[in-house]
């Protein structure tokens, strides 16, 4: 079932600034994903953050999560107009092995 | 590595027709693998994990008897939307992990089914 909500739905940039998208989810988790969707294409893999890890950096990419709060971050640094996509986070349960997706966030990043 | 194709990646077919969709990792050995829908605008839904050689695990309200799911061997899975309905028109979407409780799945890029 989907557990994660996410905010904003859209997001609309200039090519150079950074954006930020929220992920919000229940129950408590094993990991929590970030995944990146063009359109109409299968799901790009970004990270992995651990239930026991706070922060976590790949590339101009930086994840945060607050498991008090049951809420993630994604920050995409210096945006490019290739970042243009859907970015989903999905969360994996304490005794499971199932991906639960959010809604996702669309990204426009304008040149 | 850690390659997951699908094919078709688009299929257009007619109402009480059957279509069949083939996932193969390519690099590596899936134990298991899972099936999700999508669409338009939406996330990805969960409809099935199959792990080879053992029937697949649905999810709530999805219907076995309709969308069937076969994983004969270590990198290739099958999903088979059996008398298919305009209702059926998806985007479906296969993943694969090598291990039961590996942390990272790899996904497909996807088959888009239109039914008519």
């Known amino acids: 079932s989907q557990q994660g909500e996410e905010d904003p739905q859209a997001l609309s940039i200039q090519e150079g600034e950074n954006a930020t998208m929220n992920c919000s989810y229940k129950?408590?988790?094993?990991?929590l994903q970030w995944y990146r969707q063009n359109s109409g294409r299968g799901l790009v893999h970004l990270i992995l953050?651990?239930?026991?890890?706070r922060e976590k950096h790949s590339g101009r990419l930086r994840v945060t999560l607050d498991t008090s709060k049951k809420s993630s971050s994604l920050l995409i640094t210096a945006s490019r107009a290739a970042d243009t996509a859907s970015y989903f986070c999905?969360?994996?349960?304490?005794?499971?092995?199932?991906?639960?997706f959010g809604a996702g966030t669309t990204v426009t990043v304008r040149a | 590595g850690a390659v997951v194709s699908q094919h078709p990646s688009r299929v257009i077919c007619k109402s009480g027709t059957s279509v069949k969709i083939e996932c193969r990792s390519l690099?590596?050995?899936?134990?298991?693998m899972f099936w999700y829908r999508q669409f338009p605008k939406q996330s990805l839904m969960l409809m099935a994990t199959s792990n080879e050689g053992s029937k697949a695990t649905y999810e709530q309200g999805v219907e076995k008897d309709k969308f069937l799911i076969n994983h004969a061997s270590l990198t290739l899975s099958t999903l088979t939307v059996t008398s298919a309905h305009p209702e059926d028109s998806s985007f479906y979407i296969c993943?694969?992990?090598?291990?039961?409780?590996?942390?990272?799945?790899?996904f497909g890029p996807g088959t888009r089914l239109t039914v008519l």
């Open positions: 999905a969360t994996v349960g304490v005794n499971d092995y199932k991906l639960s």
């Open positions: 993943s694969a992990s090598g291990t039961v409780n590996t942390d990272t799945q790899y």
């Open positions: 129950t408590s988790i094993n990991n």
């Open positions: 690099d590596f050995q899936a134990t298991t």
């Open positions: 953050i651990r239930s026991n890890e």
